[in-house]
């Protein structure tokens, strides 16, 4: 009997061992994803559809250029802890990221392993080149257009996978993404609406930006950009090229010059000088001024400066 008895209290006791390390498991297993970034749009979109789901944060601030940053230790300390490192692709952060993701020694976010997410994957790519364009030759876009997210149509794209990657590694909490991902489609097909209506009396305004950053924003917009500062994405301005740019403004009568928050301002303001053009800063990203703290506000932000520039500039 004693022995029976013991037995029974050694099974009931086996039992409980198992379960606390299943429960322990799960909640270890299911705990809050770690989630970095490369810049701080991808990082709004992912809070979008994390929720209290995830922790997130980015490399790359919105107020500097993301195709030259500045690796610094505490960005490798970060990519250590993280189970997810999402990265905009198409060679934007060829510069910086692939030593940051090497020198981590995270095996979870190498490229390639499950917690590497490329935000490109299902985007809208503009600008790819035909033949063979190389970083020898300077241009910083060889792969396409990697600003894609200035276009709301890929910012659901993007939401899409990142919805996607967030269930694969947290299978148990595929329901919950699928409702945020639902969530954050409805509000930004409304936001868009919205844009598109303020943009429409514009169709057609012709501008200048320093950087090939709006491309995707243009065309969802109906802006029409007929040149760059820099001759080429990465190349700064040359002499001979501002004044062809020059000429070309005042043959098509453009009248707006737009840049991102990271360049010199002196060529375009000579520009602006020339053309009687007005010189604006628009960031191309959330995070690029304390008034653009996420995704839906950079497009706030950005079409209200752009409507008020395009009224002052008389250009439409
Ligand atoms: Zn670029």
Do not use: C
């Given at each position: 009997?004693?022995?029976?008895?013991?037995?029974?209290?050694?099974?009931?006791?086996?039992?409980?061992?198992?379960?606390?390390?299943?429960?322990?498991?799960?909640?270890?297993?299911?705990?809050?994803?770690?989630?970095?970034?490369?810049?701080?749009?991808?990082?709004?979109?992912?809070?979008?559809?994390?929720?209290?789901?995830?922790?997130?944060?980015?490399?790359?601030?919105g107020?500097?250029?993301?195709?030259?940053?500045?690796?610094?230790?505490?960005?490798?300390?970060?990519?250590?802890?993280?189970?997810?490192?999402?990265?905009?692709?198409?060679?934007?952060?060829?510069?910086?990221?692939?030593?940051?993701?090497?020198?981590?020694?995270?095996?979870?976010?190498?490229?390639?392993?499950?917690?590497?997410?490329?935000?490109?994957?299902?985007?809208?790519?503009?600008?790819?080149?035909?033949?063979?364009?190389?970083?020898?030759?300077?241009?910083?876009?060889?792969?396409?257009?990697?600003?894609?997210?200035?276009?709301?149509?890929?910012?659901?794209?993007?939401?899409?996978?990142?919805?996607?990657?967030?269930?694969?590694?947290?299978?148990?909490?595929?329901?919950?993404?699928?409702?945020?991902?639902?969530?954050?489609?409805?509000?930004?097909?409304?936001?868009?609406?919205?844009w598109?209506?303020?943009?429409?009396?514009?169709?057609?305004?012709?501008?200048?930006?320093?950087?090939?950053?709006?491309?995707?924003?243009?065309?969802?917009?109906?802006?029409?950009?007929?040149?760059?500062?820099?001759?080429?994405?990465?190349?700064?301005?040359?002499?001979?090229?501002?004044?062809?740019?020059?000429?070309?403004?005042?043959?098509?009568?453009?009248?707006?010059?737009?840049?991102?928050?990271?360049?010199?301002?002196?060529?375009?303001?000579?520009?602006?000088?020339?053309?009687?053009?007005?010189?604006?800063v628009m960031p191309p990203s959330v995070?690029g001024t304390k008034d653009v703290p996420d995704y839906f506000k950079l497009f706030d932000y950005d079409i209200s400066l752009l409507i008020d520039?395009?009224?002052?500039?008389?250009?439409?």
């Amino acid at each position: 009997m004693a022995h029976i008895l013991s037995k029974v209290h050694m099974t009931k006791k086996l039992l409980l061992t198992l379960l606390f390390t299943t429960l322990a498991g799960r909640l270890f297993a299911q705990g809050k994803l770690t989630v970095m970034t490369t810049t701080e749009d991808l990082a709004s979109i992912a809070r979008e559809i994390g929720g209290d789901h995830v922790t997130v944060d980015s490399i790359a601030k919105g107020y500097q250029d993301p195709h030259f940053v500045e690796a610094k230790p505490s960005f490798i300390l970060k990519l250590q802890k993280a189970d997810v490192l999402i990265a905009v692709g198409r060679e934007l952060e060829i510069g910086w990221l692939p030593p940051l993701i090497q020198q981590s020694r995270n095996a979870k976010i190498q490229v390639g392993a499950p917690g590497y997410l490329d935000a490109s994957l299902q985007a809208a790519i503009l600008e790819i080149p035909n033949g063979n364009i190389t970083r020898a030759m300077g241009d910083v876009h060889p792969l396409g257009n990697p600003h894609y997210w200035m276009d709301p149509e890929n910012g659901k794209r993007i939401a899409k996978e990142i919805a996607d990657k967030f269930s694969e590694l947290r299978s148990g909490d595929r329901a919950f993404y699928a409702q945020q991902l639902a969530g954050f489609t409805t509000r930004l097909d409304a936001a868009e609406k919205g844009w598109l209506a303020r943009m429409a009396p514009y169709k057609g305004t012709k501008m200048v930006t320093y950087h090939r950053s709006f491309p995707n924003f243009a065309e969802r917009f109906g802006l029409d950009i007929v040149g760059y500062v820099e001759p080429r994405p990465g190349i700064p301005p040359t002499p001979q090229h501002t004044l062809d740019l020059i000429n070309e403004m005042k043959r098509q009568n453009v009248k707006l010059v737009l840049v991102e928050p990271y360049f010199d301002m002196k060529t375009p303001l000579a520009i602006g000088r020339e053309t009687g053009a007005q010189v604006l800063v628009m960031p191309p990203s959330v995070g690029g001024t304390k008034d653009v703290p996420d995704y839906f506000k950079l497009f706030d932000y950005d079409i209200s400066l752009l409507i008020d520039a395009i009224k002052k500039s008389g250009a439409k």
